[in-house]
Each structure stands twice: as C-alpha cells, then as structure tokens.
C-alpha cells in the first residue's frame, strides 16, 4: 500500500466559459467538480496504475462531504482515510475561456486546523504508515498545521523505514528536507527558491546537501533532473507534447513512487515519471493522464548523465 | 405574510482577489457565501424591514443544503418553504478585484427541475397564496420548469385576489406579462426586450398594454418610472450614491411590496423602492442596504409626474 497525505484537499471545480472577459458576467456552460489537492492527484494516477492507495490528511464542512463522496465514486478506488475537521475544505477553481483554451485560477484559502485535529491526524498518521511500502507528502499547508509538519511527518516515516517523497515549496519544504526524505521533486521555482540559485543542475546538488537523499527537479517539457546517491540522470520526453501542464508535477510523483516501490532503478523510475507526465499534459481532460500516450512515451524517454558529474 | 418565488435559487459566493489577471493564478483573500436569486435577496430586505416572509422555489443537493443553512441563521428570520429537487442548486461567483472595486460574474446553470418536483411544487404554492398579502415572483427559471410557469402562478394568484409583482426578463416575463399581475418591475434592457422600444416613457405604457396592471421600470441611478392605472410617475434620488448595484433591483421590488401590503400610495411606494435601492447601492456589502442611507434618502426622493402623461 502507498500513503499519500494532502494537508490542504481542495474540491477542484473547472467552468468552462465561451470567452473570458474581466468586469463582465458570464454564463458558466460546464461545471465540473472532483477531488484535488496535489496528494489526491498522486493517489487517482497510483490507483490507476494498479497500486493500492489509502489517502489521508483533512476534509470538513459541506465542500470536505463533496469531496468525499466524489472520492468514494471513483474507480479505481483509493482508501479514504481523511481525517475530519471543523472547517470546511477549501475549493479551487480554474476558469476555461474556451475562445482560447486558457485557464485563469483561483485558489480558495484553507480550513483552519485546530490543535487537537492536528494531533488526530498525527495518530491515523502514525498508524497507517506502519503499513505502507511508501509515503508521498503533498502540497501546502493548511492554516493552524505547524510549518515544521513535514519534518515529523518525514522522521516517523524514516523511523518506521518506509521511503517518503516530499514535494511542497517554500518554508514547508524547507524545514522538511532537513529530516532528510528519500526524495524531493521541487519545479525550477521552487528549488530557486530552496538554494537562491536559478542554475538547475547546482541548484539540484545544493537540494541534496541540504538533507534529500535524492532531488528531481522538474524542467517542464525538458522533462527531469535526479540528482541520487547513485548519480545524477536527466530524463526528457521524445518531442514537446502540446497540452495542459495541470497536475503533470503530480503524475511524475506518482511515476517516481511507483516505481520505487516496484523496485526499478533511477533511470526506469525518471522513464516512468516523464511518460506519466507528458501523457498528463496530452490528456483531454485537466490533472488526468492519457493511457495510450503512457505506453507510447515510456518506451521512448531518453535518459542521459550530464557531463563532468560528481561520483556518488 | 408575503411570499417570496425563486424558483431558480443560488449560494451566492463572493471571491476577493488582490488583482484579477486572466489567465493568472490567484490566491483568494476573501470568501463570501449567502442564499441568492433574485426573490431571497426580496426577501431579505423584506424581513429586514419587519414583514414577516415566506421564501419558496427549489433547493437541491450538496450546495442547496449550504443556501438552507444560511437560510435558517439569518436574522431576522425568512421561513424557509423551499421545496426540495434532486438537482444541485447552482452557485453564481462574484469576482471582486480588490484593486478596483470591479466585479466579474460567473452564473453556473440551474439544477434540472422534474416533472414531479413541479407538480410539487405547484401544491406547495397553491397553499401558500391562500396566505399571502401579497406574492413576488422573481428571476430566471430552472432548466425543466415550463416557460410559461409564471403565467400560471400569476393567475393562482390573482383567482386568490392577492396582488402579485413578477420580476424577471425574455420569454417568461412575456408570457408573465399576459396573465396580468399587479405589477412587473423590468429594467431598461429587458423592458426593450419585451417591447422592442428604447424609449422608457413609450415603453412603460407598452408593457403595460401587454397585461400589466402597473409596469415600474428601474432606470439605474435616475431612479424608476412607473405607469399605472393611477396615472405615471418618476421617481429620482436626491443625488447619484457610488456604489456597486448589484441587488439595487431587488431592494427596490422588496420597497414596492412591502409599501403596497402598507397601503401606502404610488408616490410613497415609488420613494420606498428608490430610497431601499440607493441604499443597496450605497452599502458596503454588496446586495445588503444601509439602514442609515434609507432613513435619509426616503424622506427627499423627488416624485413627479412627466409633462404629457396619459389620464388613467
């Protein structure tokens, strides 16, 4: 079993509009709605390679009961351990002018979590984990959750000698990568803003002093960068497949844990991440993966080693 | 009592957002919920100046159990009678750019109302008028809900004899209009619809040949001009109040029913629905009015009769 922890879930709704004009009003023609929060995307792309998933962290209120019951209906199905509080799951919401195809966000703050929620959550945390193969630590941070949480949550799992993948930004990943995960997957912003440096390839060795025992940096179309105990890997898709990056970074953590706990080494791990990732952007639908282009790209991906790289 | 129809209800939800930029992610500052369509807001204001209401129309689902729980800790209370659907109630999003103070709109479809639900309706209604003073019926209709639904409720009414003010646009005002309610309260753009006229004057006494036994129509900041069988009237605030209308018809409807229940005259009734529109205008919260602007404007509304006027 993988456990995937979303602090912050949110209830992902899309409307779709014929054209996006600010200070008009507009007839919303689609609305769609489903279970989001960068945990919850890792959780439906593992489910649907196969892998039996329980997903924790917070839901409440009307939005956290939504939430749910579009969790419960989904096949595959992914264990819902979601620990209830008071407030209620926050809601993003991604406007789709379809004159053009662009997407405009908006991003509903969340709940606030109380202290003994929070203790709760570390209880149903610390049982699960017992029984998982991996663990992925996904995304922000609710307001009232401590900002060192994932350094508790990444030593218990390391105490309990389960791997665990950490992909938040900011302060959040900062104090997490101290407590040394197994990996880190921050996008080019977010190692910037880790190390101050804007170069990914020293940026990415930097993340690595700074506690990771592994960081792949995710490039965009240029696919990923590894930086691990056994060498440093770029791995890239074939060509630029055109599409819609939403939830792109949360197929690669899916290919990557996957993959680790299929047992594949670096570079069968960075293929399976990259294929899972372009099949993501190519899919129709927004945070959802294309299974054809998977199983076209994943044979494909072209994995390098960098020149003048460190020994491990 | 006076009774409120809304038969296509919304959770009016209010997003703040430092700056609006399409295509941009925004963090949301703020976020606002509250019962909507256009006879929750009557009622309100209804209930806010002491008359007791009756609120029906349809409800549904996950976001129809929001708008009935916020119904319900309003205070001073509106009874709630709204008949359940198996459809969701819809939400319509405001965009508010703190920047500017501009607003953009997003109307999400209505729930689709069943034959059943109608019929059930129906009876909900038909026991209701027998005891109302007076009715509003007010906004869109629901996919499902027949196009002359207000036609049908109008002449429920009227067999009653209690007076009924119908307050919505395109088709179902037309049929609306034919089944002869006390009064419709069209703005100018759909008063152009019904008649075809852009002259408001001309318009209004058109409108009023259709069914109308009193046709009001809101003229924005120039207040509203009103055509009866007592004769025509224009009623203007004592100067232009800055501000975000949305609600200011609304308000006004809320002003001439509850004047009419009073006994109060044309020229009082047409002060209220200005100085309860102005308010609306003038208060901080969009859709909300500001007892303090009320009290002063009431008192110095200019009503006149224009020059020409037909002898009722």
Partial sequence: MILTVTLNTALDVTYRVPRLRPHDSHRVTEVAQRPGGKGLNVARVLSALGHEVVATGF?????????????????PAVTDALVPCAGSTRRTLAVVDAATGDTTQFNEPGPLITAPEWAEF????????????????CGSLPPGVPVGAYAVLVR??????????????GEALRRGVAARPEMIKPNAAELAELTGSRDPLPA???????????????LGPDGLLATTTEGTWQA????????????????????????????LDWPGRLARAVALSAAT?????AGEFDPRTYEEVRGSVKVTQPQGQERP
């Fill in 236 to 263: 890239a898709p074939p060509r630029t497949l055109s599409g819609n990056p939403t939830g792109a970074g949360d197929s690669a953590v899916a290919g990557l844990l996957s993959a680790l706990v299929e047992g």
């Fill in 156 to 169: 218990t799992a390391r105490a309990a000698g389960v791997p665990v993948l950490l992909d938040t930004s």
């Fill in 59 to 75: 839901a409440g209120g009307p939005v956290g009961a939504v939430l749910r019951t579009l969790l419960a209906s989904r096949a």
């Fill in 204 to 218: 990415t060795r930097d993340a690595r002093r700074r506690g990771a025992h592994a960081v792949v940096t995710s």
């Fill in 281 to 285: 952007v190519h899919a129709p639908t």
């Fill in 122 to 137: 570390l209880n149903t945390y610390n049982r699960l984990v017992r029984g998982a193969a991996a663990v992925a630590l």
